[in-house]
């Protein structure tokens, strides 16, 4: 069959997890792990294949094979939005957040990037941008990191990369988090700036003291003091915050009533979003336009390669989060991974879609 442009079925679905080991024991205010599992997807249309991740558990990638990736089978790849929805009414029964958002989220990057290719252009041509490269902020500083291993991770986010901007995991010994945070601020110097993160480790009388008690190292953003799903105690907790002080939450929001929820409850002073959680490309961009609606900036949640372009894209984008982990593991088995350079990473606008190439062989033994 002679394929055009308005020709692009959908003829192959295929995806896999693997489980990389941690470089050393990691931790935050709620969580303990020891390895991160990628869950790669890829679309063939056309002669063309479009590569799509999250992070989340194993099963993701069966749910991706086995539920979702038949009924797009056969489809345009060209209708990224009806596809979209296609899939949300697929998980109607089995529930739109979690899991289910995170194989949706996988699959829509692959699309915008199969169409990108198809097209012969980098996706944030497609998108349309504008700016040409996003800043980043270093994250890591992980609650089982010693001192020592603070000051060489922000030190070097901030006087080799370049960060403006870097952040430590607090929660899990609140007792210990003022002084891990004069180290991390001893480590950064006085021009940067100091972000905490406690994965909702706190309740809100707590994390109105910490705050006050943070304001010695001119710390300028709190994420998730409190559970994220506390919308009223993150407003109330917002409204008590030192002036200078930003709370910012949204990493765990799955659909787009998640994050209007935040916004319309005033929870947030910056609104986090996920590509790889949110729903991909398409929820990212749903995030954006709510941001804007409500004039609140937004950044971008972990996973730096999958959100380059459509960072690039979007109005109202404050930072993306270059977190240790995924970094890591990006560097690691995808060419065209992005790096720091002057504290932003900028899309390689000679590489079509993504701008990524999943280098099987070398993930191969992560394959789980």
Same mark, same amino acid.
């Given at each position: 069959?002679?394929?055009t442009?308005r ?6 679905i295929?995806?896999r997890?693997y489980t990389i ?5 990691? !931790?935050d205010?709620?969580?303990a792990w020891?390895s991160?599992t990628?869950?790669?997807v890829?679309?063939?249309?056309a002669?063309?294949?479009?590569l799509?991740f999250?992070?989340n558990?194993?099963?993701?990638a069966k749910l ?7 009924i797009l ?12 929805q296609?899939?949300q009414?697929k998980?109607?029964?089995?529930g ?5 958002a995170?194989?949706i989220s996988?699959l829509?990057?692959?699309l915008?990037?199969?169409?990108a ?13 504008t700016r ?6 270093g994250s890591?500083g992980f609650?089982t990191?010693?001192d020592?291993?603070?000051?060489d991770?922000l ?5 080799k990369?370049?960060?403006r901007?870097a952040k430590i995991k ?5 007792d210990r988090?003022?002084h891990?945070v004069?180290?991390?601020r001893d480590?950064i110097?006085?021009?940067a700036?100091l972000?905490v993160?406690a ?8 994390a109105v003291d910490? !705050? ?8 300028s953003?709190?994420e ?23 709370l910012a939450a ?6 787009a009533d998640d994050?209007r929820?935040?916004?319309m409850?005033? !929870? ?5 979003a996920?590509?790889t959680r949110c ?5 990212f961009?749903?995030v954006?336009a709510?941001?804007?609606?409500f004039?609140t900036?937004l950044s971008?949640?972990?996973?730096p390669s ?5 960072a690039?894209?979007?109005p109202r ?8 982990d995924?970094?890591r593991i990006?560097q690691?088995?995808?060419?065209g ?6 504290g932003?990473m900028?899309p390689d606008?000679?590489?079509p ?10 993930a191969?033994?992560? !394959?789980?």
């Open positions: 069959m002679h394929l442009r020709d692009a079925p959908i003829e192959a295929r995806s997890a080991p941690t470089d050393k024991p990691e !931790a205010g709620t969580y020891d991160t990628l869950v790669v890829e679309v063939a249309a002669g063309k294949t479009g799509g999250t992070y558990d194993a099963s993701v991706i094979e086995k539920t979702l990736g038949p089978i056969g489809e345009d790849a060209w209708n990224i939005d009806a596809l979209w296609r899939m009414g998980v109607r029964n089995i739109r957040s979690g899991a289910a995170t194989a996988a829509d990057c692959a915008w990037d199969v169409k290719r198809l097209l012969d252009m980098p996706l944030v041509r497609l998108l349309g941008a040409k490269c996003v800043p980043l902020y890591g609650t990191y010693s020592d291993d603070i000051r991770q030190g070097q986010w901030v006087h990369d370049g960060c901007w607090i929660g899990s010994d609140p988090d003022p891990r004069e180290i991390a480590a110097g006085e021009s700036g972000f993160d994965n909702g480790a706190l309740d809100r009388k707590q910490y !705050a006050h008690r943070f304001e010695a190292e001119n710390v953003w709190f998730e003091p409190i559970s994220s799903d506390d919308q009223a105690g993150l407003a109330s907790v917002r409204h008590a915050l030192p002036t200078h002080m930003e949204g990493e765990y929001g799955y659909t994050f929820s935040l916004l409850h005033e !929870a947030v002073d910056v609104l986090q996920d590509v729903g991909g490309i398409t929820g961009m749903r954006a709510l941001c804007d609606a004039h900036p971008g949640h972990c996973a999958m959100h380059l372009h459509v690039c894209a979007v984008l404050r930072h993306q989060e270059w977190f240790h995924h970094v990006e690691m088995l995808f060419d991974a992005p790096r720091a350079v002057n932003a900028a606008l000679s590489r879609g993504c701008g990524l190439d999943f280098r099987h062989q070398d191969h033994r992560y !394959a789980v």
